[in-house]
């Protein structure tokens, strides 16, 4: 294979699973008024544990009882990441959570730093969030609550990320099974006691379904694969165009039309998340399920 198509490759893979997971969120997004985010989650949750289990076939692989705190942490922040992201999209535009929600990597990536280049890539988000804050200079007024459960998912992606990590050395390629499982057990619950025997109605299978397949099982296929086809810095970089993708998402399928100011929070976002990508010195952010 040439060099060119070797590179080109993996990023489309990559760029359709950006789309995938955005689509799936917007789908997902169809189903709030039936059963609300909670009952969307667990369902979500449910589905993709349920297809990842029979793909995967976890129980042939010795359990490292000694790693399942770690485990046990990565599940929980998976199903608290997918919950909290799902409530926020109830009252926030779609491409302003995921830029929201990638403030907790990138205050992860940047935490430990030292750099004065850092500082740069930390204004420009913080500068990108306050963007967003209301004024009484424009209409485009967000849900405080909306922007808070966003920013509670980015820190359950940063748990997720730090827990993942130490669970995926013990579990290897396992691990996103098993933890999809805890997490599935955490938000069923609450999703059944939020909607009762609704939750098991069939008409809502096909949907559920699809935005299990396009949330969980395509997307982190096809990011796997770009992650062992690029370099770490390359894949990372390609990851942070994300928000941009969820924005114009938003505006293509469900009419989230934005304003100016609320674009240019994005790209501030997505340049600090670029910049510290670029200039650093650990691994990737690994691929997850929003």
Aim: contains cysteine.
């Amino acid at each position: 294979m040439p060099r060119s198509r070797a590179i080109l490759l993996p990023i489309l893979l990559l760029l359709v699973a950006m789309v995938s997971i955005q689509s799936g969120a917007s789908l997902a997004k169809g189903l709030f008024p039936l059963i609300g985010a909670e009952g969307t989650t667990a369902l979500r949750l449910s589905l993709g544990a349920l297809i990842l289990c029979l793909v995967m076939r976890p129980w042939r692989t010795p359990v490292n009882f000694s790693a399942w705190p770690s485990l046990l942490g990565y599940g929980l922040s998976l199903g608290s990441m997918n919950l909290l992201f799902y409530m926020s999209l109830k009252t926030i535009p779609l491409g302003i959570a995921v830029a929201l929600e990638f403030t907790g990597p990138l205050a992860l990536a940047l935490f430990a730093s030292r750099r004065l280049l850092d500082f740069v890539w930390i204004a420009l988000a913080v500068f990108g969030l306050w963007l967003l804050l209301p004024t009484e200079q424009t209409s485009a007024h967000l849900d405080p609550l909306g922007m808070a459960l966003a920013l509670g998912a980015g820190v359950c992606w940063a748990l997720y990320i730090v827990f993942g990590q130490k669970a995926g050395a013990a579990h290897g390629a396992q691990t996103v099974a098993f933890g999809t499982i805890v997490a599935a057990l955490l938000v069923f619950p609450i999703g059944l006691w939020q909607n009762g025997s609704t939750l098991f109605s069939l008409d809502l299978l096909p949907i559920a379904l699809g935005v299990a397949l396009l949330s969980s099982a395509l997307p982190y296929s096809l990011e796997m694969i770009a992650l062992t086809r690029l370099p770490a810095r390359t894949f990372s970089i390609l990851m942070s165009m994300e928000p941009a993708v969820a924005a114009l998402i938003g505006l293509l399928v469900l009419s989230e039309r934005l304003s100016g100011n609320q674009w240019l929070a994005i790209g501030a976002i997505i340049i600090a998340s670029v910049g510290a990508a670029a200039t650093s010195r650990g691994k990737p952010v690994p691929p997850v399920e929003h």
